[in-house]
């Protein structure tokens, strides 16, 4: 879509109102172009007047392709490509017939509101051929859309909500009259009903009706099922049952304002639905698993901290809230994932939870404002775990050797990467010392998390006035 906006917004004085219609279309159109075994491409009148730009294609998922370049911005001048002229004068489509079978190419020009916005350009893959009867269905449909494509009333204008898993032509095509009875089943569609539990032909029946005795759900039958499968309205319904999951999709046919009937794609959605199923019930268990996990590491953490006030050498207590503090930060990363479904977390909030926990932690003699200052975003729990616990070591370092300082912890990301600074206004480092020739196990931790479990890079340094400290994380994201 970003090509078909650059294209348009550049080349051509379309009104937004008349893109979005053309917007929906090409939404839409792989419909079109699986029906009519023909690549797609619509083109736009320049601003100028003096010919067109192509602004958007598709291919066929139904049949071979007949144009194999991309030519999404080509020019053509008026009288270049005479059918699109024809059509643009003739409102209609227009084709250049071959010696048998469907046209090469036709043009279909675009209508909103009696103003042209643009031509369909329509190369088929099946002409200089015969075709079958399954194809003959197919095409005949394309025709009907195509005009509806004339007339404004293709794509429809609020369509109901469709379903997760759309059907495509190819999955089953059913034909309703206007009184929703089946006139044509492709074999694909018949499949799909006979394992939802249909033992005639779909052939002669009433699609909406036996769609809701073949759904078997208690209560009221669903309203958009009704509506979908008797073709009186666009968009998508389920049929669900104890066998089987089939997904619909409805497209109303009109005819000079008149319903002549409907196209209903159908899939049969039973092994996509189960595997989501199966998927939801793995994501359901990995976060149960983090929920025990997290329980587990609070109550740890609540036996070091009672461990903690029973010990009167302040070597052994600092050695216990050390330990509580980053059990605590583990458990902060178990608890956020034990509410996150997969394994993308918001990592802000994992950070948030580390600045309350130093916070409450700090022993100072006044208190400390440990701030957040930017944002995470969206990281894997491969990246969170020892981020949080390297972050946690880094706050409580400030919070220490800074003396009652102020810390901020500031975190962006550009190009790939992820920056997180620690930055507190103490005293800062003594001149001319190496901060890792330390026997403290704090940084020993930091330097290992950072540089061997996530591949990046641990500095420490002046703050950015001089004063202070910063330490400086940088993680790769590509991983």
Known sequence: MARFDDVARDRTDLSEADLDHLRALVADWTLLSDLAFADLVLWLPTWHGGGFVAADQVRPTTGPTVLFDDIVGQYAARGRRPLLDRAVAARAVVADRGVSGPAPVEAIPVIRSGRLLGVVERHSGLSGRDVGALEQHYLEAADELAVMVVDGTFPPAQPLARTGSPPRVGDGLVRVDPDGMVVFASPNARSAYHRLGLATDLLGVHLARTSAKLARRPGPVDEALAVVASGRAAGGAEVENAGAVVTLRGVPLRRSGVHVGALVLVRDATEIRRRDRQILSKDATIREIHHRVKNNLQTVAALLRLQARRIDTPEARAALEEAVRRVGAIAAVHETLAHTPGEKVDADEIADRLVALV??????????????????????????????????????????????????????REDGRLSVSVDDEGPGLPEGADPFATHRLGLQIVRTLVTEELGGTLELGPGPDGRGTRAQVVVPLGR
């Open 359 to 412: 916070r409450d932690m700090a022993v100072t003699s006044r208190a400390v404002s440990v701030t957040r200052v930017g944002s995470f975003g969206i990281l894997s729990a491969e990246v969170v775990t020892p981020l949080a616990m390297a972050l946690g070591e880094l706050l409580q370092n400030a919070v220490e050797h800074g003396k009652g300082a102020d810390v901020r912890l500031v975190a962006a």
